[in-house]
């Protein structure tokens, strides 16, 4: 037990119990505890292996390379369709953990195997985000900000297409467009300041 992680058991919560629960089943499968993203993350050599996290209606382990795990209980769940390679396990109470645990144990040992082998997830590649129309026509008008877009990093590229491209009416895709030019232009990411 990683002292730092404390905090995150001893608080307050909806899913304490389950927390407490779903800790003593990362550990027992001998990996690190470490504080990442204010969640448990328990790590092998230091690489991810799987995070404990909450929502309001429920609370998961998180697989990093989940998509690489076999899933024979069909129990991996992908959280969006924008999700590359991390899968979560969902749970609603302890007694489904409890009830679980040598199927969550074996799911950990995979994930460790995987780790070990040196495994990748083939990640989407900037060429095969979709650029939205009202993008490529700024892209395509001024050369400037064609040159900046290219000069950015690929994952910097893949933010702004994701996000350029996330709303349904083409005057919101518009209005980001129109946005975040200067960003670009400044040859920031959508995050940066």
Same mark, same amino acid.
């Given at each position: 037990m990683n002292p730092k992680v404390d905090w995150f058991f001893n608080k307050d919560t909806r899913w304490q119990d389950e927390y407490v629960k779903l800790r003593m089943i990362c550990l027992d499968c001998g990996l690190t505890e470490e504080l990442k993203w204010g969640c448990p993350c328990y790590t092998l050599n230091k690489q991810n292996i799987v995070l404990i996290h909450g929502f309001k209606e429920y609370c998961a382990f998180l697989f990093f390379k989940g998509t690489l795990l076999n899933d024979p209980n069909g129990i991996l769940i992908q959280q969006t369709k924008d999700v590359q390679s991390a899968r979560q396990i969902r749970f609603t109470n302890l007694l489904e953990i409890a009830e679980m645990e040598p199927i969550l144990k074996a799911y950990i040992y995979e994930a460790i195997e995987v780790e070990k082998a040196g495994l990748q997830v083939a990640l989407k590649t900037t060429a095969d985000f979709i650029i939205p129309e009202e993008f490529q026509s700024k892209l395509d008008h001024i050369p400037a900000l064609k040159t900046a877009f290219e000069a950015l990093t690929p @994952? =910097? *590229? =893949? @933010? !702004?297409? +994701? !996000? +350029? &491209? *996330?709303? /349904? *009416? &083409? /005057?919101? =895709?518009e209005s980001r467009v129109e946005k975040y030019i200067p960003q670009i232009l400044s040859g920031k990411g959508l995050e940066d300041e």
């Amino acid at each position: 037990m990683n002292p730092k992680v404390d905090w995150f058991f001893n608080k307050d919560t909806r899913w304490q119990d389950e927390y407490v629960k779903l800790r003593m089943i990362c550990l027992d499968c001998g990996l690190t505890e470490e504080l990442k993203w204010g969640c448990p993350c328990y790590t092998l050599n230091k690489q991810n292996i799987v995070l404990i996290h909450g929502f309001k209606e429920y609370c998961a382990f998180l697989f990093f390379k989940g998509t690489l795990l076999n899933d024979p209980n069909g129990i991996l769940i992908q959280q969006t369709k924008d999700v590359q390679s991390a899968r979560q396990i969902r749970f609603t109470n302890l007694l489904e953990i409890a009830e679980m645990e040598p199927i969550l144990k074996a799911y950990i040992y995979e994930a460790i195997e995987v780790e070990k082998a040196g495994l990748q997830v083939a990640l989407k590649t900037t060429a095969d985000f979709i650029i939205p129309e009202e993008f490529q026509s700024k892209l395509d008008h001024i050369p400037a900000l064609k040159t900046a877009f290219e000069a950015l990093t690929p @994952g =910097r *590229q =893949r @933010g !702004y297409l +994701f !996000y +350029f &491209s *996330q709303p /349904k *009416q &083409s /005057k919101t =895709r518009e209005s980001r467009v129109e946005k975040y030019i200067p960003q670009i232009l400044s040859g920031k990411g959508l995050e940066d300041e």
